[in-house]
């Protein structure tokens, strides 16, 4: 018999010192994220600590309005840059952590004081636009009910935005998609997410420098390892809300200028076999399929990408690997750049033009985005998704693969007294799993392995609420023997929840009549307009189609009878883009909605 067994262990680095002086403003809050606090004393007047009711909840909670509000806010300092004004109070790096910081404290107030805020305050020398002092992230601790679980889990994004020049302090750098809309994506978590109990001791946090090299996420790294905090992972998110593609963008990405993604989300991470990086964004992408797949009204295609970051790119995420920490980046499908700001250059990405959208009508209001604001909502759903499963599911178990006579067989070495155990096998050539079984046993001969052939195998445990954490490490191993079909897990641990509502609407003008979001949106030839209408008798509406620069492209009349009236729309004058579909009754506007027309 062979024995191949898998180790977790502690690894220790040796790192350059990057900072100095890194220091927690607020002690209580430190103690928080060492897990080191009185959990009575954090505790909610009405506790809601059920993942499925949690989990219906913050799909209504989620806000896309509440995402614009903080994404306005941000952009309006004008500048985040590292190395931008940290005094006043309308302008610069120093006004946005102050509003941020608020924000966390207003949440807090908001729920029986249970979110700690705290900045993390570092030096850093020798930089190549000059040195640094008391370079801040802002976070905000939300302290879990059970001690015993000593591991935190981390959502961050970095709050600096940057011009051409990453030195450049003075020029107006709004940052909206990178990364204003990460930003914004922990805020709201923040807020909606701060309302529940959970397990594991859950922080918030907004970092600094990543534009001068991922300085905050580092500084918060090295504090970690140096403290021995742990951290049973950690979701970067990094141009999380944009679905148009600029004439450049960092591969693996988007094919070519102006094409339009708002269903699709990457997912980065490192591929180690033995760790569990590339584990962790598979470990989100079945939890997406299994407890949100069946609730959500517009379904999103998680793509696990097949390298730590984009090509030449890097992020937040990576100084947490360094140490040894699982985490992945969260990224949009679509990004307006490469970032290679040189002559020729003509995207959005690292430049001033990285705004909220444009006023495509002259009345000084933005009315086209280049954030989704809706697709933003969606990729905080999973942000929060993944958050909750972890922070009251199990850990992994520990295990070993035998290579027996009979086929390969996983045993557990440490089983937690878990009802379940999922086994995921995967071809090492595919990046994603082909097979996941689930079972009772601790010792488990693997079904449907072909002779001669190397597999990857990774176990994950379900709890009694029927929650499934993330899978472990990777064995890779060949199997000297064909094993019988199995019958693949058929993910029977759903969201008991409703459909929720009619997502992406626009805010309603009129309580009788109401545009509601157009499907499919992207579209490719057809589309469907549906008016809502509370009224008994029958009226005459008109739809309005404009394009981005405000031009009538479109206009037809329609009866309005009481319920959803559905149109099918067939445009003929429509090249790929975004375009508004508006709806008027007696001359006066009701409502508008964004379409999409896509030919892909």
């Known amino acids: 018999m062979k024995l191949i067994a898998i180790l977790f262990c502690s690894l220790s680095f040796s790192f350059a010192v990057a900072q100095t002086n890194i220091t ?53 300092f004008g500048t985040r840059n590292t190395y931008s004004d940290t005094v006043s109070n309308t302008t610069g790096v120093g006004a946005a952590r102050r509003w941020a910081m608020a924000k966390f404290n207003q949440f807090s107030s908001e729920n029986d004081n249970r979110l700690l805020t705290s900045y993390l305050s570092f030096d ?26 000593k591991s935190i889990i981390v959502i961050e994004a970095h709050m600096d935005s940057r011009c051409e020049d990453g030195c450049d302090s003075a020029s107006i750098c709004p940052g909206a998609e990178d990364n204003g809309s990460g930003t914004s994506l922990v805020i709201e978590l923040a807020r909606t997410m701060s309302k529940y109990t959970f397990r594991r001791t859950i922080m918030f946090m907004l970092t600094v420098g990543e534009e001068q090299g991922l300085l905050g996420a580092d500084a918060m790294a090295d504090y970690c390892a140096n403290n021995g905090v742990l951290i049973k992972q950690v979701q970067n998110n990094d141009v999380i809300g944009g679905i148009i593609c600029g004439n450049t963008s960092s591969a693996p990405s988007c094919p070519g200028l102006n094409h339009i993604d708002s269903t699709q989300i990457r997912l980065f991470s490192i591929g180690t076999t033995g760790a569990q990086h590339r584990n962790f964004t598979r470990t ?106 972890s922070a009251n599911g199990p850990d992994y178990p520990l295990f070993q693969l035998l290579d027996e006579p009979t086929g390969l067989r996983v045993k557990l070495l440490s089983h937690f007294n878990m009802p379940e155990y999922r086994v995921a096998v995967r071809l090492p050539g595919n990046i994603d799993w082909d097979f996941i079984y689930r079972t009772t046993d601790t010792s488990f001969i693997v ?27 990777e064995i890779i191993q060949n ?36 545009l509601l979001a157009p499907r499919p949106n992207p579209f490719q030839e057809t589309t469907t307009i549906s008016v809502f209408s509370e009224l008994s008798e029958i009226i005459q509406g008109r739809i309005e189609i404009r394009d981005i620069q405000g031009r009538i492209l479109d206009d037809f009349n329609l009866e309005l009878n009481k319920g959803n009236n559905l149109v099918p729309y067939s445009p003929f004058r429509m090249s790929n883009g975004i375009y508004f579909c508006n709806l008027f009754v007696d001359g006066k506007l009701i409502g508008s909605q964004k379409i999409i027309r896509s030919s892909n």
């Open 284 to 389: 989100i992408k079945l939890w997406y399929e299994e407890t949100m797949g069946g609730v959500v009204t517009v379904p999103t295609t998680i793509s696990i990408m097949n390298q730590e970051d984009r090509s030449g790119r890097g992020g937040d995420h990576q100084p947490f690997r360094q140490r040894g920490y699982r985490n992945c980046r969260f990224t949009a499908a679509n990004e307006h750049g490469d970032a290679g700001v040189g002559p020729g250059y003509i995207d959005r990405q690292h430049t001033g033009n990285d705004i909220l959208g444009v006023d495509t009508d002259a009345d000084l209001i933005i009315d086209s985005f280049y954030v989704d604001f809706n697709y933003l909502k969606r990729n905080t759903m999973i942000n929060a998704m993944s958050a909750v499963l």
């Open 479 to 514: 199997s000297d023997v064909a094993t019988a079909p199995g019958t693949p897990d058929p993910l029977p641990y759903g969201t008991p929840c409703s459909i929720v509502g009619i997502e992406e609407s626009s805010s309603i003008q009129s309580l009788e009549i109401s």
């Open 124 to 149: 850093r020398i020798g930089m190549t636009c000059g040195d640094f002092y008391d370079l801040r992230n802002v976070m905000a601790v939300l302290p879990g009910s059970d001690t015993s679980e």
């Open 447 to 473: 079904p449907g392995l072909d002779s001669a052939t190397s597999y990857a195998i990774s176990v994950a445990a379900i709890n009694s609420n029927g929650i499934m954490g993330n899978f472990s490490g």
């Open 24 to 76: 927690w403003t607020n002690p209580i809050a430190e103690n928080a994220v060492h897990v080191n606090y009185d959990p009575n004393d954090y505790s909610s007047a009405q506790p809601i600590t059920d993942h499925y009711q949690i989990l219906c909840d913050l799909q209504n909670r989620i806000s896309a309005d509440s995402l614009k509000d903080h994404l306005e806010h941000l952009v309006s």
